[in-house]
């Protein structure tokens, strides 16, 4: 099994990358920011100012349609009542999470933000199930059910968040990112005319923390961890790197040189867009 300290677990196919944790945000330079999740006492509060806004939206919407059917029937007025609690508890909190991805008013005021398992940005469908399963355990028991699985969750998921795959973070935390490694000299000469196809992201992540903390691994460690990352890199990477290189050196060589082309890259394609730009201008 590979070193806690990485956050890995050996996988069935013995990858010393395969179980990141979920809480891993790669970034495009395959860089893991841990999410915090948001605490349980910001969860409360921001749920407080959600279910205040709701509850004061519903009174005025019935109070409208109250007033428009004093002249119809009774019957009329059960479905306004229906149609006016479909609108308030699912139809408005699952557009609003949609379009702010992630956000309620609630959220925004305490500094909070719904997001996928994977820490990615939800959709529609997860802001649809959040709402739906809020309905019964918010609205319906007081709010008792999401308070008990909120306490008992590592992550303060309520029932919602189980159904939907989601958790919430605190979206103001600052997120420091570890400087990313450096060229070996020795390795730059062979790093620029090795032919490097794309690295899965789960292997490059990996390969990151493992240079990140490599001053916190002890020798045996390091050099088991270097080799399995070593060997699946080298799927993706030819020629071999010269007789005698260090699997730590050899990876950083590979992480360095990624870096630097993608950065390369980018520069191309925005002087591309640049000029693109420039010539569909009129005179």
Same mark, same amino acid.
């Given at each position: 099994m590979a070193d806690p300290d990485l956050r890995t677990t050996q996988a069935p196919e013995h990858s010393a990358y395969a179980a990141l944790t979920v809480d891993d945000l790669v970034t495009g330079e395959a860089v893991a920011l841990d999410l915090p999740p948001a605490s349980l006492g910001t969860r409360i509060?921001?749920?407080?100012i959600d279910v205040i806004v709701t509850v004061a939206l519903l009174a005025g919407i019935i109070f409208t349609f109250t007033l428009a059917a004093l002249q119809t029937d009774e019957a009329l007025l059960q479905v306004a009542m229906i149609g006016s609690m479909v609108v308030v508890f699912l139809v408005v909190p699952t557009t609003v999470e949609t379009l702010t991805r992630g956000k309620s008013l609630g959220k925004w005021v305490m500094g909070l933000r719904a997001v996928r398992d994977d820490a990615g940005p939800i959709s529609f469908q997860h802001a649809f199930v959040r709402a739906l399963v809020g309905l019964v355990e918010i609205y319906a028991?007081?709010?008792?059910?999401?308070?008990?699985?909120?306490?008992?969750?590592s992550r303060?998921?309520?029932?919602g968040d189980y159904a939907a795959g989601t958790y919430v973070v605190r979206d103001r935390v600052r997120l420091s990112l570890p400087n990313p490694p450096g060229m070996p000299r020795e390795l730059a000469r062979w790093a620029?005319?090795?032919d490097m196809a794309g690295l899965p992201p789960r292997l490059a992540?990996?390969?990151?923390?493992?240079?990140?903390?490599? !001053?916190?691994?002890d020798p045996a460690t390091r $050099?088991? /961890?270097?080799?399995?990352? @070593?060997?699946e890199t080298s799927r993706y *990477? %030819?020629?071999? !790197?010269?007789?005698?290189?260090?699997?730590? $050196?050899? /990876?950083?060589?590979?992480? @360095?040189?990624?870096?630097?082309?993608? *950065? %390369?890259r980018l520069a191309r394609e925005e002087s591309l867009r640049r000029r693109l730009t420039r010539s569909r201008r009129p005179p």
């Open positions: 509060v921001s749920g407080l028991f007081s709010g008792a059910p999401a308070f008990f699985s909120a306490l008992l969750s303060g998921k309520r029932l620029g005319a090795a992540l990996g390969i990151r923390q493992y240079l990140a903390r490599l !001053p916190e691994i $050099a088991r /961890l270097g080799t399995q990352l @070593a060997s *990477v %030819a020629p071999v !790197p010269p007789p005698g290189t260090r699997p730590e $050196a050899y /990876l950083a060589a590979v992480i @360095a040189e990624r870096r630097a082309r993608d *950065v %390369a």
